[in-house]
């Protein structure tokens, strides 16, 4: 198999995600560390997505260039999100709309084509994670959907709209390299239950920061600040 020189980047910006989206999940949400994790999260991850999706498309490996396609969705939404500010939407959110609703249909019509077929996995992939990817790209667009109709996000529904997306991309990041990626670790540890851990680690933290953001009173009055505001957000 040939080398491309653009796999060196595409393992680094893989690893400065994880290690800067680390960062701003501990940093206080809305003080400067967390804004300057959150700036190098955003450019690795963007990095990592569109060098995920050539690599896939050079290989013909059809799921690495919808998660790439769709990581870089989620970031750029989120990114967006945190640049505006209440009630504000603009035509790049009705062209991201396509994304997630074109590859959450198109998801869904391979998990049914394989349940049909009686095929419980397809090179290497659980017919489930059709299913289960499918809905979260169907949410996003539902997401997208709701705020155009609606003229924006407000308050902490814009936070959390900004949370999620990071989050999520955040966790196919992990999942990709820790469950993916394991002829990179001692063979001791190869197909290990601990590399669920940092894997799903930000799933957890996902569940946790939406249930502080939505249900308790640490937000409920608070607004997101745009990026470069003095205000802060106080966890």
Request: some cysteine; charged content about 10%.
């Given at each position: 198999m ?7 980047v595409h393992?680094s ?9 680390a ?7 809305g003080?400067?560390?967390h ?23 050079m ?61 419980w996995?397809?090179d290497g ?9 499918g ?5 996003a ?5 709701r ?14 709209r900004?949370l ?16 993916g990626?394991?002829?990179v670790?001692?063979a ?5 239950s ?10 957890v933290?996902?569940?946790f920061w939406l ?12 607004s997101m600040p745009?990026r470069?505001?003095v ?5």
């Amino acid at each position: 198999m040939s080398f491309s020189p653009l796999l060196p980047v595409h393992i680094s910006a893989g690893v400065t995600g994880i290690l800067s989206g680390a960062a701003a999940m501990c940093f206080r949400k809305g003080s400067a560390r967390h804004a300057l994790a959150g700036k190098v999260f955003v450019i690795a991850m963007l990095t990592l997505g569109a060098s995920a999706v050539y690599l896939a498309f050079m290989k013909h490996q059809l799921g690495n260039v919808l998660g790439g396609t769709f990581t870089f969705y989620l970031v750029t939404t989120a990114w967006a999100t945190a640049g505006r500010g209440d009630g504000e939407t603009s035509i790049f959110d009705w062209v991201a709309l396509l994304i997630p609703l074109a590859l959450g249909i198109g998801l869904w019509i391979s998990g049914l084509e394989l349940v049909h077929r009686h095929t419980w996995s397809k090179d290497g992939v659980p017919t489930g994670m059709y299913f289960f990817m499918g809905s979260v790209m169907l949410l996003a667009a539902t997401g997208d959907i709701r705020m155009l109709v609606r003229g924006g996000v407000f308050g902490a529904k814009r936070i959390v709209r900004h949370l999620w997306r990071m989050c999520f991309g955040f966790f196919i990041a992990t999942g990709s390299f820790f469950l993916g990626q394991q002829q990179v670790f001692p063979a001791w540890l190869r197909g290990s239950s601990v590399l669920f851990i940092p894997a799903l680690l930000p799933l957890v933290l996902l569940i946790f920061w939406l249930f502080r953001v939505r249900f308790t009173n640490a937000y409920k009055r608070m607004s997101m600040p745009r990026r470069g505001d003095v205000n802060s957000l106080r966890t």
